[in-house]
């Protein structure tokens, strides 16, 4: 088991272009979660998924972000029509549901939107 | 809703000399506490964690963190520092419902000199 990855690590686009994501988690990890982490600041949840179903969103995933996770394994981020401001660091991590939950953290991918 | 607060931005300290870094958390009910390092374009690495039970946890690379319920603290603190161990520093807290989405602090970058 070699973690949580995720693909690209580094992705430049230009403004309007629209970009995807991958994250794979630890295989027997059921839990998924997306976070942005901007420059300077700690990471902020964007939503998460449990098996297929994603269960949470928040209100920072605008109407320009989808995720999926269409067989429970791995996830998908999209963003559409990218704005300057969707530069960032998007972080994936796993976990297994329990009473002492932990999240694993992907490398990330860092996205420059030129 | 949960609140981290890390007080300092930036840590400066000596080779070899302690170091304690201060995190106080906002959230209503008892906490899953996390304290994670990232490295320069890295994801994040867990360092430790305090679920229950005693309130002086063992992480890491000679890391320890204390809960202390009544100051809302969750301090970090290695009694010798190296220059390995230069990086930033997020402490979050998660829910005990809904997912256990972290909330995380700005995060303090740690400098040390030699």
């Known amino acids: 088991d070699t973690g949580v990855s995720q693909n690209p690590r580094h992705k430049i686009t230009k403004r309007g272009q629209n970009v995807t994501f991958r994250c794979d988690p630890i295989s027997e990890h059921n839990r998924l979660y997306w976070y942005r982490q901007t420059l300077g600041q700690g990471p902020e949840f964007l939503t998460y998924?449990?098996?297929?179903?994603?269960?949470?969103k928040s209100r920072l995933l605008s109407d320009r972000f989808s995720a999926e996770r269409p067989k429970g394994s791995f996830s998908t981020l999209e963003i559409q029509r990218t704005e300057q401001g969707d530069s960032a660091m998007y972080l994936c991590?796993?976990?297994?549901?329990?009473?002492?939950?932990?999240?694993?953290f992907g490398p990330g991918t860092r996205l420059l939107v030129l | 809703a949960q609140s981290v607060t890390q007080p300092d931005i930036h840590i400066t300290v000596s080779e070899g000399a302690s170091l304690e870094l201060r995190c106080n958390y906002s959230y209503g009910a008892t906490p899953y506490l996390f304290w994670y390092v990232q490295s320069p374009g890295q994801g994040l690495q867990l360092l430790l964690k305090?679920?229950?039970?005693?309130?002086l946890v063992q992480g890491i690379k000679g890391f320890e963190a204390e809960f202390k319920r009544s100051q809302s603290s969750f301090n970090l603190r290695k009694p010798s520092v190296h220059w390995s161990d230069a990086a930033e520093y997020f402490c979050?807290?998660?829910?005990?419902?809904?997912?256990?989405?972290?909330?995380f602090g700005a995060g303090t970058i740690l400098r040390v000199k030699s």
């Open positions: 979050a807290v998660g829910a005990l419902m809904g997912g256990n989405k972290l909330v």
């Open positions: 998924f449990q098996n297929e179903a994603q269960l949470e």
């Open positions: 305090y679920f229950s039970g005693d309130t």
């Open positions: 991590a796993s976990s297994f549901p329990s009473g002492a939950e932990t999240q694993y």
